[in-house]
Antibody
Framework: EVQLVQSGAEVKKPGESLRISCKGS????????ISWVRQMPGKGLEWMGR????????NYSPSFQGHVTISADKSISTAYLQWSSLKASDTAMYYC???????????????WGQGTLVTVSS | QSVLTQPPSVSGAPGQRVTISCTGSSSNIGAGYDVHWYQQLPGTAPKLLIY???NRPSGVPDRFSGSKSGTSASLAITGLQAEDEADYYC????????????FGTGTKVTVL
């Protein structure tokens, strides 16, 4: 059974750093890209970026480039999303999702993690 | 802001048919990239509902169907049921945004 299990909820202060995780199981972790998706309170889904766990190559949405870092450790089948200096506006639910590629036709997200709630408040 | 536009809300009585539109442009849907749909029940993670414009993953009822034409796509729900009340998002790929995957603005379906 394919599973993506994310780390638990976090409460942080502005300016602090944070890394959240997403551990894949039940499939070959290096065969599928992992994407991160933000959902701010009461808002829609926003694609942040993705990583190829086989070589850690990344793509970022222009909206998130430079604000977050996506990484992966294929030896433990885990992807990460990190911030060096959090802001109150980073308060949101963050989902990881497995990206199923259709070649020239794009890709869908066929499995999702349960989400990690990040709250940034002074 | 999202490059795929959906109506904020649609509603229908149990048993009725509702449709949700997803309007894009020549750099995403119109460029031939597939459209996928997700259902997000309250307080839960999104779930893949339709992939490759019109295909249902195993376990998704055939009440849900998808189509695509030109720069737009649609999700139809026939025989609307109370458990269909949720948020629905379309998703595609956009070649003009550094190879970004993109989501629609989302639509809240209310069962009257």
């Amino acid at each position: 059974e394919v599973q993506l299990v994310q780390s638990g909820a976090e409460v942080k202060k502005p300016g602090e750093s944070l890394r959240i995780s997403c551990k894949g199981s039940g499939y070959s972790f290096t065969s599928y890209w992992i994407s991160w998706v933000r959902q701010m309170p009461g808002k829609g889904l926003e694609w942040m970026g993705r990583i190829d766990p086989s070589d850690s190559y990344t793509n970022y949405s222009p909206s998130f480039q430079g604000h977050v870092t996506i990484s992966a450790d294929k030896s433990i089948s885990t992807a990460y999303l990190q911030w060096s200096s959090l802001k109150a506006s980073d308060t949101a639910m963050y989902y990881c999702a497995r990206r199923k590629d259709y070649g020239d036709y794009g890709a869908s997200f066929d499995y999702w993690g349960q989400g990690t709630l990040v709250t940034v408040s002074s | 802001q999202s490059v795929l536009t959906q109506p904020p809300s649609v509603s229908g009585a149990p048993g009725q048919r509702v449709t949700i539109s997803c309007t894009g442009s020549s750099s995403n849907i119109g460029a031939g990239y597939d459209v996928h749909w997700y259902q997000q029940l309250p307080g839960t993670a999104p779930k893949l509902l339709i992939y490759g414009n019109s295909n249902r993953p195993s376990g998704v009822p055939d009440r849900f169907s998808g189509s695509k034409s030109g720069t737009s796509a649609s999700l139809a729900i026939t025989g609307l049921q109370a458990e269909d009340e949720a948020d629905y998002y379309c998703q595609s790929y956009d070649s003009s945004l550094s190879g970004s995957d993109v989501f629609g603005t989302g639509t809240k379906v209310t069962v009257l």
